[in-house]
């Protein structure tokens, strides 16, 4: 008997914890206010969000953000530590960054005001970004800290990081997944907002699927993760830590999120339903307006049936033999160049090692992942293309996705190197 009193217990403490009030703060692009917000769940979040700071009546047209600016979702925010600090973004607001925010301080605050003669003035006036690059060297003369990893051994690098990751790896490996995530999100979007999609019942099929097919394979490529994590660095001599081993992944990565089905994971993120642990609420607390949303979103799962066919993906996983990053054992990262050019022709001026301090760290926010066969110019509309179809060759679509998400197309560039306009 108290074996069964001990599982009940227990079943009850994970539903009470599922449930359990977390407090979070939550501004708006401008910064102008933020508000404390105590909720139970993502979409109670920003329920109360938009309520408080009187943006719009539909949760679902706002995206939240991290202060770095990683979007964020319901996965995510369920990893995050309670008083993290967020931003509440409307359709055709930008979200930009603190380290947008620094950059265009500085450029906007009055120099004369910090500084002394007009020589000085004129070098923080001029070329700003490339000065920021020299002070970044010469503050980081001291290389000894580098090769710590913790928090206890380097507590200043981890300094105002909202984070619970306790090693440079695991918080590096962690924000490099955040970016191939901001990728998955914005092709999902831009699929979703295409005439084929909307038109196209059959090429709708495929997309679907071939969304589907994207998180599976993304699932378990770690959202490669490994990429910015200097543990995974390439070694001279081979040894069995360069085979992939999905057993030794950190505790964040979305791997390792076993706890709830593929299938109710594609249809929270996709179909946008609430989980099952944000309808166990008081009825005698569901207003008129929850009970109208409610069932709206029956309504909405119905008419999305035949859709929910794209979870029967056709495409197979791939496992993948190696995980190798892209900086050296140090943590050290070179610029890979314009996506036109054959490396940087900046040689040693444009590297950076972010596992060396907090500035470096800082600034290594302003690099970039390029696509050097555009995502939104090119990649997307040749998969539009593929959709319509009748007979879509598997090989492409492994081969839109290592162009995506992989790279094999992608390349890490300094500011300088990395090139907005057509590639073409």
Known sequence: MSLIADCFRRLTDISSCKSELKGYKVTDVSRTRKIGIACRSFQDLKQKACSKLNVTNDPAEVNVFLLDGSLIDEEYFHTLEPQTTLILQMPGEKVLSDADILYDALRRVNIDFLTAGDRVTQFLTENLKAKVALL?????????????????????????????????????????????????????????????????????????????????????????????????????????????????????????????SDETYFRQRYLRLPQSSDTTVDSDKIDETDARKCRESEKSAKTTANDEKAESCPYHVIMRKKQIAICDKRGEFKCEGRWNTDGCPYGDRHKINPYRSKEELALFSTWNLDHKIERSRTLIPTLLQLSRQETINEQDIYDCYDNLFTVKNLRLVHVVCHDKGSHK
């Open 136 to 260: 970044n060297r010469v503050l980081n003369k001291n290389d000894s800290m580098t090769a710590l990893s913790t928090k206890e051994e380097h507590p200043d690098w981890f300094e105002n990081l909202e984070t619970n990751c306790m090693s440079k790896e695991a918080y590096m490996h962690r924000r490099c997944q955040d970016r191939i995530r901001t990728y998955l999100y914005k092709t999902i979007e831009q699929i979703k907002c295409s005439d084929v999609f909307v038109n196209d019942y059959r090429a709708r099929q495929q997309l679907l699927r071939t969304i589907t097919f994207f998180k599976l394979q993304l699932k378990q490529d770690h959202y490669f993760g490994y990429y910015f994590d200097r543990s995974k660095a390439e070694t001279d001599s081979k040894s069995d830590s360069d085979e992939t081993d999905y057993g030794r992944c950190y505790e964040h990565c979305p791997c390792n999120f076993g706890r709830i």
